[in-house]
């Protein structure tokens, strides 16, 4: 919804955006099951009946965007009018009412609103008074201050000071100049007098909703809350009863608070339609959490579940939480730096709105003390900076509610009473006085209005405290120099001339920057407590001046001085000036003195001078002023039966000048323009002492080119602030340092002072040596007020984005002893300063490591231990090019804690990536508890011409747990290996003999079906599929479901060296590449050493390392298959294709593409060559085949071959379960496993194994043939017996054994999201070892051609399904059948007309040729699915035959008899006669003997039953003779038969059936039908007719001539 205003010449502006979100004023109902329904826990169904169509209202929406006032330049913040961020100001409200409805058509029309609504409408627009109290505690942290500071609070347009449409209200804080807290920030000296501001405000009451919104989200943060602490209790790892007892916690409490009742909708007679549908919508879901906590209360569930459900809770509770109809407008508090607005909050009203239906429908701030960050208007201009932190108590209710509002006050209320009292310097006498004086004698601020101090009055509920007494607004006042402890001094001396004459002193010589007139430089004097830190006064040449620092510029009248300088002289300039400088510096030494005179100045009558009146006032006399005045204030206090709730009522008196005449007949002014200030004031503070103890912090963002960075922090804790010391070159800066507040006031209520302590802001900056510090990050912390807290680790927030964490502690510690103050009016009363108490309340400081430095004391301090650090550098790869320039000679820089070590630089990447000497050693002190060590950060560092060293990538590591280990546990079983042995470790080019006879023992034929894919499918436990391979004892391998990487026993084959990628440092712009420019190949082994230096240090860790050189190597990858592929085809599947890549060398695999599917069986093996380490990622990408676009790739999976080969666990090529020297599972690794043995004794460092007969002892144990081999059939292909028992020896010690390993393919674009998973495995061998075995054979299987020849006999006891002519039941049999998947094949033997009997004889024969997989016992169809698709399909489906008999009809559809369905590898046997053939026999239920696989037999003949359905019952419609026989491809050629009884009708020739003469087509043979139909059938009949029929032909000719004869009888004409 957005409101325009109309412009008749420019464009319109907008003047507001609100948006409703449809999902929140509407419902789809019976959602609430689902919610629950995949837990375990199902709720009650019902049909709820809580959806609703979008409704809304009559309800007031508001419009908030850019800031209210009106200017004639462009609105800087106009986006925020159109919805984008959030916006700043209220802009105005609208009055809605939405309804939906169902219609047919829709039309759009714009009409005016009937007046009978209007009047409906009336009831929701009752307005009642509330009031708004804020009070200021504090207001730190501010920066970049220029002018006095204010802040305005406002709610609608109520209480925005530039608007003119309300009343003028006390929304705005008194103006307050900002002090230098010393360090860093600004901060508002308030001290013990808060700035308090109280409005009234209209709105509607919606106590209704904002009651049970309030009371939602109390729940939702009790249960956040709950959560929260369940969570650390699990990281903390807490014993399981205590975990228990806070679930149970938890649960109870949902219970609890979700069992409370929500305001009652029914009787709020101002509800809304919408109102009533989401209070019905909370209620059931409210109901609903109960039920389930409940059931989760009673039930024993694991934690784990618990959270799971609560999670959902919480996410429930927040969606229902919201309120659409919020009519109430936010709270927004603006800071205003003179008249300008600077920085702003804005909160929620129900957040601090009071209710008198109990504590938890009131706001959770309500009343409370909160702390504040403001914001600036537009984020992203100001970057990262806090404008301010507020520490800000606000109460908001209905004015009827007031009262209330008592019991949330602190301190003492109060409203004063001001005026000035005006005084002018006589210009002769030279004495002060009333005399001359153009101004009222007694004033408000601005000298126009008179005030006398008589013509005040107290407002109703309140009266005078103590007299009138001069109080000086000395915040306005401060010196500049305040909180400063060095300070420049300037001055600008100015001359003047007429244009082309002398220049000559001007009356105002010396001025400040702004030309107010001060006095000359020879006259200022250092102001007490400060001592000239420079001699003399210098001109400050450091600008954009002339070389005697004149700049030049002309006065234009009416103005007095010009506008803008400039560095060169003209001839029309008329002014110049010159800054004059010197600098001072706070004198400790006089310290004390200023003290004293602090107080003697107090007693002084509180005068402030200015030169002119209107001119700025200063609180020094100097010898130019002429015009003083000083403040008289008098205070007003709540009358002790209204309280503090009178504050309220002060509103009637805020207006201008009001003139009452009262009894007397005075006009009085009740208050002038300056509006009463009210205030709170405390007669006493908590002193509070605060120590930070900050140690370390890490992972912090780079910011120097270098991708170092030179932090500091800035602790800032209310108006004080501290730096810590700066430490150099690093993200993980050790500072242990503590800083000490000593003296902290805080004010109010100590027990809320420690349940909501004030923040403390940690921010950390990047020093440079040239321009400003840069901003690194910040993190806000709570202090703790328990003694020596706990280090812990909080995080550090740069923008919104994560920016390192801060390892750090703060205790707050309240002092025994308050600082009394005076309240103003009162100070004979109570004249206690600042009482300064001994220090004997504080725990000692912690030890000094430079004066005022100190450190974090022991107790708090991590305790560190003198720790080694062995540092494997074993290369670096992959390195991405920076600068344009690719690295060519990197080396390596590890730091840990405050240490550093370098490696040496490697020559030359190209060539061997690897360094020469691989192992560093460092030494650290790190804390012994793992939550605080630092971590390990690794620089590859590359050196270039010039001496250019850039930091090119470098890696963190966090955790350092997993590289600890122990420096004596580790020693090895022995060191006596045989130094002849030695010969054959794969670190030098080893010759070894391999035996070639081995291989070539004769092969003994195999079954032709047991191939690799048998061996395959019996290890994935497929046995259908592998035919007879288990049963023969052939070896299995290991399928595993993930990848070689991933399973646990071979530690991520990173047992040698890992590889921990490499990030670019400083992240300068957003768009520079975060991700990976490299990796480090290496490992790190930590472990302590012992305290003393003088004790031995324990042996090294890292010994015995494999051959540098680069490798050449032979890699044979066979991919098994893919499968859950994504689709890439319209048609939802993929045409995938296999391209392999390692180095610079790829393979593809697009001829053999398969086409559509999604899980192909590519069987395919690569061999290429590689040198690693150089080219050590084996890349396998699956890409979609596309005819005319370009092949998309479907994703990839990377495979580390170094780390295979480097690892301990041989994953170069996996040990099969035997030794075979021929057959299916023939040996494939380079070295016999007796080699392998000797070669895994020498990387363990064990003894060699010792062979007996039939036996081997190795490592203490004894091995024998017959353990293994007993329990399996014999194997005709085993090899010798001493290496099958090495081989055995070898699978007991935790190798990778043969295996096939399942992949995740990833895609590039989507780099998280699985696109399939390929299964392959790899073999390695480096070729120094020489050739390797014969690869194995993964081709997938290819269907043979097969023919099934079916010969049709005869059929009998077919249902008889037409009725002939002469009323005989009869059927015109014939039979159908095809194989499943070749529909279109069908073939039809002829038709046997007539069958009376239900017989047919046929003599017919079907040829059905198909393709087909004997191991896997399947037919291969491939087709196409549309006639435009480019490929065929291939689908497999067991072999199945289908026969049916048919009714034959001439004139309408045949009809459909019955049927039978053979599965050609499990057919019913046939019965041997007609009567015996039944539908038993193809009973699914029977015994497996009766069921036949044809593909054994050959050949079956004899009767099968066919069935068809009748009353939803089986029933037998037919017998059918066959014979079936199925002849393999040259089979079929040797004897050729051909369909029906074509040629080469023969094997065995068929002869024709010898069919009853009745059997004919009465259509087509009119003499049998006359012959066979109607003759046999109406024989009589027919005799019978001829006979009628003749003589009644003999009647009709009779009767016909009987007349003629017998007139001729009668007449005889002739006669």
Not at 170 to 194: E, I
Not at 432 to 447: Q, R
Not at 638 to 656: H, I, M, N, Q, W
Not at 1158 to 1165: A, K, S, V
Request: with cysteine.
């Amino acid at each position: 919804i957005r409101l325009i205003d109309w412009d008749r010449l420019s464009h319109n502006d907008t003047i507001g955006t609100a948006y409703l979100c449809m999902s929140k004023i509407s419902a789809p109902g019976g959602e609430l099951e689902d919610d629950t329904s995949q837990k375990s826990y199902q709720v009650s169904d019902m049909d709820d009946g809580l959806g609703f169509l979008p409704t809304f209202g009559p309800c007031f929406i508001n419009l908030y965007g850019s800031p209210r006032e009106f200017t004639g330049f462009p609105d800087p913040y106009e986006a925020l009018n159109f919805g984008k961020g959030e916006g700043v100001a209220y802009r105005g409200r609208i009055l809605v009412e939405l309804e939906t409805k169902l219609v047919e058509q829709i039309e759009q029309k714009v009409e005016d609103i009937p007046s009978d609504r209007l009047l409906l409408v009336e009831k929701y627009l009752r307005r009642r008074k509330y009031c708004l109290f804020a009070a200021f505690y504090s207001a730190t942290m501010l920066q970049d201050i220029d002018d006095a500071i204010q802040f305005e609070v406002s709610i609608g347009n109520y209480g925005n000071k530039f608007d003119t449409t309300c009343l003028p209200l006390a929304s705005t804080t008194q103006y307050s100049r900002a002090v230098f807290d010393g360090c860093q920030y600004y901060y508002l000296p308030w001290g013990n007098v808060k700035p308090v501001v109280v409005l009234s405000s209209y709105w509607e009451d919606i106590a209704h909703r904002t009651d049970a919104q309030n009371m939602i989200h109390h729940t939702v943060d009790q249960l956040e809350a709950n959560l929260e602490q369940v969570h650390i209790a699990v990281k903390a790892r807490c014993s399981p009863n205590d975990l228990d007892s806070l679930a149970a916690r938890l649960i109870d409490d949902i219970i609890t608070d979700c069992s409370q009742l929500l305001p009652d909708i029914q009787k709020i007679p101002s509800a809304t339609p919408l109102d009533n549908y989401i209070y019905r919508f909370r209620k059931t879901n409210l109901n609903q959490i109960v039920e389930a906590a409940m059931k989760l209360k009673h039930e024993d569930s694991d934690l784990q579940m618990v959270l799971d459900q609560a999670e959902d809770w919480l996410l429930r509770l927040k969606a229902i939480a919201e309120e659409p109809q919020n009519s109430l407008p936010d709270i927004i508090i603006w800071m205003l730096q003179g008249d300008k607005r600077v920085a702003y909050y804005r909160m929620s009203a129900h957040e601090i709105l009071f209710s008198k239906n109990g504590s938890n429908c009131c706001g959770k701030n309500c009343g409370k003390l909160q702390t504040i960050f403001l914001k600036y208007p537009d984020e992203e201009r100001k970057s990262f900076k806090i404008p301010a932190q507020v520490r800000v108590q606000l109460w908001f209710g209905l004015s009827v509610d007031q009262k209330e509002f008592n019991q949330y006050v602190q301190g003492k209320l109060s409203v004063f009473a001001e005026t000035y009292e005006n005084q002018t310097k006589l210009a002769l006498v030279g004495n002060w006085g009333t005399a001359g004086l153009t101004y009222p004698k007694y004033s408000d601020v601005t000298g126009k209005i008179k005030i006398p101090k008589d013509s005040f009055r107290p407002s109703t509920g309140w009266n005078w405290a103590g007299d009138w007494f001069i109080s000086p607004e000395k915040t306005l006042l401060y010196d500049i120099d305040a909180g400063h402890m060095s300070f420049v001094e300037e001055v600008f001396e100015n001359q003047a001339r007429l244009p082309g004459g002398q220049w000559i002193h001007m009356t105002e010589a010396y001025t400040d920057v702004n030309g107010e007139k001060v006095l000359p430089k020879a006259e200022t004097e250092c102001p007490l407590g400060w001592k000239w830190e420079d001699e003399e006064w210098s001109t400050d040449l450091n600008r954009a001046v002339d070389e005697h620092g004149w700049e030049y510029g002309i006065t234009i009248p009416p103005d007095r001085k010009p506008k803008s300088w400039v560095p060169a002289e003209k001839m029309y300039h008329t002014n110049r000036r010159r800054r004059w400088v010197r600098l001072r510096r706070r004198d400790l030494k006089q310290m004390e003195a200023l003290k004293k005179h602090k107080t003697e100045e107090a007693e002084v009558e509180g005068w402030e001078y200015a030169s002119l009146f209107g001119w700025k006032f200063h609180l020094k006399y100097r010898k130019t002023d002429s015009f003083r005045r000083r403040r008289w204030r008098r205070r007003m206090e709540p009358l002790e039966k209204t309280g503090a709730a009178v504050v309220f009522a002060l509103e009637g008196a805020l207006g201008g000048v009001t003139d009452d005449k009262s009894d007397d007949g005075k006009s009085i002014s009740t208050f002038g323009v300056n509006r009463p200030t009210i205030s709170c004031i405390f007669d006493y503070g908590n002193r509070y002492h605060l120590r930070c103890y900050i140690y370390q912090a890490r992972d912090l963002i780079p910011m120097d080119k270098d991708s170092f960075s030179d932090p500091y922090a800035i602790v800032s804790f209310l108006h004080q602030s501290q730096k810590t010391v700066v430490v150099k070159n690093t993200l993980n800066p050790t500072w242990d340092q503590t800083l000490i507040f000593y003296e902290i006031e805080i004010f109010g209520d100590p027990e809320t002072v420690a349940e909501i302590p004030p923040s403390i802001i940690v921010e950390i900056y990047d020093e440079d040596s040239y321009g400003a510090d840069e901003y690194m990050g910040r993190s806000i912390c709570k202090p703790s007020l328990e003694r020596s807290p706990r280090l812990s680790w909080h995080p550090v927030i740069r923008g919104n984005k994560n920016a390192g964490e801060l390892l750090a502690a703060f205790e707050l510690i309240k002092r025994e002893k308050p600082a009394i103050h005076h309240i103003p009016g009162l100070e004979c009363t109570a004249l206690g300063t600042l009482d300064e108490s001994t220090d004997t309340d504080l725990p000692y400081p912690p030890p000094q490591r430079e004066t005022n430095i100190y450190m974090v004391p022991q107790g708090i301090k991590p305790i560190l231990q003198r720790t080694a650090i062995e540092i494997l550098a074993w290369g670096v790869r992959n390195l991405k090019s920076y600068q344009l320039a690719s690295v060519t000679s990197p080396s390596l820089l590890v730091e840990c804690g405050d240490q550093m070590v370098s490696s040496c630089v490697i020559k030359n990447v190209k060539k061997n990536p690897n360094f020469d000497v691989s192992v560093l050693f460092m030494e650290v002190r790190l804390p012994t508890e793992e939550l605080y060590t630092p971590p390990i950060i690794v620089k590859v560092i590359d050196n270039r011409q010039f001496g250019r060293k850039p930091v090119v990538g470098q890696c963190t590591i966090r955790s350092l747990e997993e590289f600890y280990c122990d420096s004596y546990g580790d020693e090895t079983d022995s060191f006596d290996a045989h130094p002849d042995d030695l010969s054959l470790t794969p670190k030098d080019d080893v010759l070894i003999d391999i035996d070639e006879k081995e291989f070539l023992i004769p092969p003994v034929q195999e079954d032709e079906f047991i191939d690799w894919w048998s061996k395959f499918y019996a290890s994935t436990g497929e046995k259908e599929k592998c035919g007879s391979y288990l049963e023969k004892g052939f070896d299995t391998l290991q399928v595993y479901e993930t990848e070689l990487e991933n399973i646990e026993q071979y530690e991520g084959l990173t047992d040698f060296c890992r590889t921990f990628k490499l990030q670019r440092g400083k992240i300068y712009d957003e768009n520079e590449d975060p991700s990976v420019v490299g990796e480090f190949k290496g490992t790190f082994k930590i472990y302590p050493l012992p305290d003393d230096p003088s004790l031995p240090v324990p042996p090294r860790q890292i010994r015995q390392l494999p051959a540098r050189g680069p490798q050449e190597c032979l890699v044979r990858v066979y991919i098994v298959r893919a499968f859950s592929l994504q689709p890439k085809d319209t048609n939802g599947k993929c045409d995938p294709y296999l391209k392999i890549s390692v180095g610079k060398k790829s393979v593809s695999d697009q001829d053999n593409y398969i086409p559509c599917t999604l899980e192909p069986d590519f069987g395919r093996m690569f061999e290429l060559t590689c040198t690693l380490p150089l080219e050590k990622d084996l890349k396998i990408m699956l890409y979609d085949y596309d005819l005319l676009s370009k092949d998309e790739k479907v994703g990839e999976t990377v495979i580390d071959l170094e780390n295979r080969f480097l690892s301990k666990f041989g994953a170069c090529c996996g040990l099969p379960e035997t030794y075979c020297t021929s057959g299916p599972n023939q040996w494939r690794d380079q070295l016999r496993p007796s080699q392998l043995l000797q070669v895994f004794c020498q990387q363990h460092n064990c003894k060699a194994p010792i062979y007996k007969q039939d036996k081997v002892i190795f490592k203490g144990f004894e091995y024998t043939l017959s353990e293994f081999e007993d329990s399996k059939p014999p194997n005709p292909h085993l090899g010798p017996p001493e290496e099958r028992i090495a081989l055995y020896v070898l699978r007991k010690q935790g190798l990778v054994p043969e295996h096939v390993e399942t992949r995740p393919l990833y895609s590039p674009l989507q780099p998280d999201i699985e696109q399939g998973k390929i299964q392959l495995w790899v073999d390695l061998f480096p070729k120094c070892l020489g050739p390797p075995g014969p690869p194995f054979n993964i081709t997938p299987r290819k269907a043979k051609r097969f023919y099934l020849r079916c010969i049709i006999w005869n059929t009998k006891d077919v249902i008889l399904d037409d009725i002939s002519i002469t009323g005989e039941k009869m059927s015109d049999i014939y039979v159908k059948g095809w194989l499943m998947g070749h529909e279109e094949g069908k073939q039809k033997t002829d038709v046997h007309y007539r069958s009376l009997g239900g017989e047919g004889n046929f003599n017919w024969r079907f040829v059905f040729p198909f393709d087909y997989l004997p191991a896997e016992q399947v037919c291969s169809i491939a087709k196409k699915e549309h006639f435009w698709s480019l490929d065929k399909t291939e689908n497999k489906i067991p072999p199945r035959l289908i026969l049916q008999i048919w009714d034959n009809d001439k004139f309408s559809f045949d009809d459909y008899l019955g049927s039978v369905q053979m599965d050609l590898n499990r057919m019913p046997s046939p019965a041997k006669s007609a009567e015996k053939c039944s539908l038993s026999l193809t009973d699914e239920t029977l015994s497996s003997d009766r069921f036949v696989s044809l593909f054994e037999q050959k050949t079956v003949k004899g009767w099968w039953p066919c069935s068809g359905e009748k009353d939803e019952k089986k029933i037998l419609t037919g017998k059918i003779e066959m014979t079936i026989e199925i002849v393999a491809e040259h089979e079929n050629e040797e004897r050729p038969a051909g369909v029906g009884r074509d040629e080469p009708n023969m094997n065995p020739k068929l002869e024709d059936p010898k069919r009853p003469e009745t059997s004919f087509l009465w259509f087509t043979s009119p003499y049998k039908t006359m012959k066979y139909i109607l003759w046999r059938r109406y024989k009589w009949l027919i005799l019978i007719f001829i006979v009628v029929f003749i003589l009644l032909l003999f009647l009709g000719i009779f009767l016909y001539s009987f007349p003629n004869y017998a007139a001729m009888k009668l007449v005889r004409p002739y006669s």
